[in-house]
C-alpha cells in the first residue's frame, strides 16, 4: 500500500502540472492544427510525385512530430513556449524521427516477409506489433529528453519500461486508450467537428506534457528514492 500512496502522489504532481503548464501554453494546442494544415497542403502537391512525393510527405510528417515533441519539451523544460520556440521547431528532430521511424519500420518489413511465410504469421505479427507498442513506448520522451542514436533510443526505451512498466502505464495506456476513443466519435456537423478537432488537440498536448513530466520523474528516481523522499514529505 505504500507503494500505492506513493504512485498516486507522483500522479497528482504530473496531472496537476500538466494542466497548469496546459493553462499558460495555448500556443501548444494550436501546434497539431497547425500540422494537419501542413500535412494536407503537401499532401496534395506532393501526390503529383509519386513514390518520391510518398517518401517527402513522409518527410514532411516527420518534421512536424519533430516540431511538436522541440515544443513539448520547452514547455517540460522551460514552463514556457513562444512564438519563437515554434520558429525554432522547424527541423528539430526531424532526424530523429526519421531514424526511429526507419528502424522500426525496416524491422517490419523483414518479419512480415518472413512471417508471411507461415500459417501463423497474422497472430504472430500481431504480437511482435503488441511488443513493439509496449518496450518502444517511451521513445517520443526519449528523444527530446534522452539525446542518442536510433537504436539507442530503442534500446532506452526497452530498458526504461522494463524498469517502470508498472507506473507508466496506468497513465499511457489511460491516455492513449482517451484519445482513441475521441478520435472514434462521430460528428455530424461542422460546429461538432470543430469543437472535435479542439478537444483532440488539447488532449494530445495535455497527454504529451504528462508523458514527459512522468518520464522525468521515473527516469530520476528509483521506487526506493521516491519512498524515501515520500516519507521525509518530498
Not at 524491422?107 to 501463423?120: D, E, H, K, M, Y
Not at 504469421?121 to 534522452?146: R, S, T
Not at 512522468?214 to 521516491?226: G, K
Request: hydrophobic fraction near 60%; charged fraction near 10%; glycine fraction near 10%.
Amino acid at each position: 500500500m505504500s507503494w500505492l500512496r506513493i504512485t498516486l502522489a507522483m500522479y497528482r504532481r504530473v496531472f496537476g502540472r500538466a494542466a497548469e503548464l496546459i493553462g499558460r501554453n495555448w500556443l501548444v494546442i494550436g501546434a497539431p492544427l497547425l500540422y494537419v494544415g501542413i500535412l494536407l497542403v503537401a499532401a496534395q502537391f506532393l501526390a503529383l510525385l509519386g513514390f518520391i512525393g510518398g517518401m517527402l510527405l513522409s518527410l514532411v510528417f516527420a518534421g512536424c512530430v519533430g516540431s511538436f515533441l522541440y515544443l513539448v519539451e520547452m514547455m517540460v523544460r522551460t514552463s514556457r513556449v513562444t512564438l519563437d520556440d515554434l520558429r525554432r521547431s522547424a527541423g528539430a528532430y526531424l532526424w530523429d524521427v526519421v531514424g526511429v521511424t526507419f528502424v522500426v519500420w525496416l524491422g517490419f518489413f523483414v518479419l512480415s516477409t518472413v512471417l508471411g511465410t507461415t500459417p501463423q504469421g497474422p497472430v504472430l505479427f500481431l504480437g511482435v506489433q503488441l511488443i513493439v507498442f509496449v518496450f518502444f513506448n517511451a521513445v517520443p520522451e526519449l528523444i527530446y529528453l534522452g539525446r542518442a542514436s536510433s537504436l539507442e533510443l530503442l534500446g532506452q526505451s526497452y530498458v526504461f519500461i522494463g524498469d517502470n512498466w508498472i507506473e507508466w502505464f496506468p497513465v499511457a495506456g489511460t491516455l492513449a486508450l482517451l484519445l482513441r476513443l475521441l478520435v472514434s466519435v462521430s460528428v455530424s456537423s461542422v460546429p461538432g467537428l470543430l469543437m472535435k478537432i479542439v478537444l483532440i488537440a488539447l488532449l494530445l498536448a495535455y497527454t504529451m506534457v504528462v508523458r514527459g513530466l512522468l518520464f522525468l520523474e521515473l527516469d530520476a528516481s528509483t521506487r526506493r528514492s521516491r519512498a524515501f523522499r515520500h516519507r521525509f514529505g518530498g
